[in-house]
């Protein structure tokens, strides 16, 4: 009984914005019993130009209202507010899982191929990401903090983004492999591709399901039956963002 109840909260999904539901629609697919709330923080979007101490107040917030709604775990669907997730971890006892850029799957896949990681500043100059790139380095990968970019894929102004990247990506053409370190990117690929050509993405969305998938399992919280649901908040109380949202999950019915 008691395991029923606990099997049956729902599993909280984050982000500064509307990006990360790349990462819902991944758990979607290997989660289809579950029920979600995604907190999508536009209000204090973007999370990739602030401070440290400034993230960490603003994300604890974040897991605290996930916690008062129920939640078994939570998903951190935003590389940038990832780099707390040591932290996040020691405050909390609840299980928290954390997207990371996907530059190890280019050490396995790709190794010396010419590289491109896409990613906040935040990111980039975080100590988690620098020890992974550290790491796996294949000593030709070029690491682009693209300044604002999230901000425009959250307007989903095409013409913006397409100048965006015209003018960010034109020296980089020849890359073969793209290292997309923002959850918000995945939604822009053949923008991308517009001006690279056909590149090879690699991003963390599976990943981080995969490893949201085996915690549940391994603390018996994974619901069984039942049909799915998704709950959205918006910080700023957006309903043109909530609109959005649903309309990048794409035609599934809740």
Sequence with gaps: ???DIRRNKKIGVFDSGIGGVTVLKELLKILPHEKFIYYSDSLNNPYGDKSFDELKKIVFKVVDTLIDNNCKIIVI???????????LREKYSIPIVAIEPAYKMIYDNDFSEKTLVMATKATINSDKFQQLYHKYDNHNTTLLSCSGLADLVETGDQEKIDN???NTLMPYRGVKCVVLGCTHYLLIKENIRK???DVIFYDGSVGVSKQTRKILLEKDLINEDGDTYVQFIDSSNDLKKKKRFFSLLGDLKF
């Design 195 to 197: 001006v690279l050509g």
């Design 164 to 166: 965006y990247l015209k």
């Design 77 to 87: 669907a935003c590389n940038t507010a990832s780099t707390l997730s040591t932290c």
């Design 1 to 3: 009984m008691y395991n």
